[in-house]
DNA sequence: CGAAACTCCTGAGCGC
DNA sequence: TGCGCTCAGGAGTTTC
């Protein structure tokens, strides 16, 4: 699943696409999030100038217009070349001079809009601050905690909050500083919230730094995991033994996803974190 | 306003 | 070999 690395290294790779011209859209499947407006072939002709990240979102700068691309959960934009035959799921294809530009999602929970729109404006209008960008500090975490009563990790995964924190990045920020994922979030001390702002800046940096590593359902050639899947610590490891302490990891669901913690290293009693 | 449930969708994994 | 089931989950929408 695409999260903050996985969108930002797919940005990166896809810069020998600059300043080409965009010859045509073929639009294959229209049904995605939100429907793929016929105004999208308004944007043949024009030349790539740019390629922005914002949160989870692509945002591609052709000429005066802008092409606003979502992943969501599936979803993937591949370079390949025009002969390569269309996969299923190969939803739109954008046809560049030297090569094309495919974006396909099995599950279709990504979006492909023009922007601005109002839809889009609304999209972009309610995000919070980028967690690896100055608007982003332990102060700012901490007050947004201060006036929550739901669990920090919902909080930690709110948009408004920061954005770019999905449930893998939540789940491990959450066992390297210490903190129960179902803890209130109003109970997180200042330093626990700085240790929380440390740590997600850490792990989205690891992550980016090896590439993005594609997570749950990478498997090389030889069927062996994904790099990145190898150094989680918590997501997804419930039943295995903590590598802090040995301890066998449990799973809760908090707002109907899987939160694995630690119940050693992740007290959620306040007797046992107030003796720490 | 906040919180929690609900929703979209397909592929993978499982039991039979 | 294949059916039916459950699960995964980003994030907007709905309901209270």
Same mark, same amino acid.
């Given at each position: 699943m695409p999260e903050l690395p996985e969108v930002e290294t797919t940005r990166k790779s896809l810069e020998p696409l600059l300043h080409q011209r965009l010859e045509s859209v073929t639009v294959h #499947?229209? @049904?995605l999030r939100w429907p793929v407006p /016929? %105004?999208? #072939? %308004?944007? /043949?002709g024009h030349s790539l100038q740019a390629i922005q990240r914002r949160a989870k979102y692509l945002i591609f700068q052709l000429d005066h217009l802008q092409l606003l691309i979502h992943l969501g959960m599936s979803g993937s934009l591949r370079l390949t070349d025009p002969s390569e035959p269309k996969r299923k799921h190969d939803h739109l294809i954008f046809r560049f001079e030297q090569s094309e530009l495919r974006f396909h999602d099995p599950r279709r929970f990504g979006c492909v809009l023009l922007h601005p729109s109002p839809l889009t404006q609304k999209l972009l209008g309610t995000l919070g601050p980028e967690p690896l960008e100055g608007g982003f500090d332990a102060d700012h975490l901490w007050q947004q905690l201060q006036r929550? %009563?739901?669990s920090v990790k919902s909080v930690l995964m709110d948009n408004a909050v =920061? =954005? @770019? =924190?999905g449930n893998i990045y939540a789940t491990e920020a959450l066992f390297t500083a210490g903190i129960h994922p179902a803890r209130p979030a109003n109970t997180v001390t200042h330093s626990e919230a700085q240790r929380l702002t440390d740590a997600i800046r850490q792990h989205l940096n690891t992550s980016i730094a090896l590439g993005g590593s594609t997570l749950k359902d990478f498997v090389n050639a030889r069927g062996e995991n994904g790099y990145f899947q190898q150094t989680l610590s918590a997501y997804g490891r419930k039943g295995l033994p903590c590598m802090r302490c040995q301890t066998s990891l449990q799973e809760l669901r908090i707002a109907q996803r899987a939160s694995c913690f630690c119940p050693e290293c992740q007290p959620l009693a306040i007797d046992s974190f107030i003796e720490k």
């Amino acid at each position: 699943m695409p999260e903050l690395p996985e969108v930002e290294t797919t940005r990166k790779s896809l810069e020998p696409l600059l300043h080409q011209r965009l010859e045509s859209v073929t639009v294959h #499947h229209a @049904g995605l999030r939100w429907p793929v407006p /016929e %105004s999208i #072939h %308004s944007l /043949e002709g024009h030349s790539l100038q740019a390629i922005q990240r914002r949160a989870k979102y692509l945002i591609f700068q052709l000429d005066h217009l802008q092409l606003l691309i979502h992943l969501g959960m599936s979803g993937s934009l591949r370079l390949t070349d025009p002969s390569e035959p269309k996969r299923k799921h190969d939803h739109l294809i954008f046809r560049f001079e030297q090569s094309e530009l495919r974006f396909h999602d099995p599950r279709r929970f990504g979006c492909v809009l023009l922007h601005p729109s109002p839809l889009t404006q609304k999209l972009l209008g309610t995000l919070g601050p980028e967690p690896l960008e100055g608007g982003f500090d332990a102060d700012h975490l901490w007050q947004q905690l201060q006036r929550r %009563s739901a669990s920090v990790k919902s909080v930690l995964m709110d948009n408004a909050v =920061v =954005v @770019g =924190v999905g449930n893998i990045y939540a789940t491990e920020a959450l066992f390297t500083a210490g903190i129960h994922p179902a803890r209130p979030a109003n109970t997180v001390t200042h330093s626990e919230a700085q240790r929380l702002t440390d740590a997600i800046r850490q792990h989205l940096n690891t992550s980016i730094a090896l590439g993005g590593s594609t997570l749950k359902d990478f498997v090389n050639a030889r069927g062996e995991n994904g790099y990145f899947q190898q150094t989680l610590s918590a997501y997804g490891r419930k039943g295995l033994p903590c590598m802090r302490c040995q301890t066998s990891l449990q799973e809760l669901r908090i707002a109907q996803r899987a939160s694995c913690f630690c119940p050693e290293c992740q007290p959620l009693a306040i007797d046992s974190f107030i003796e720490k």
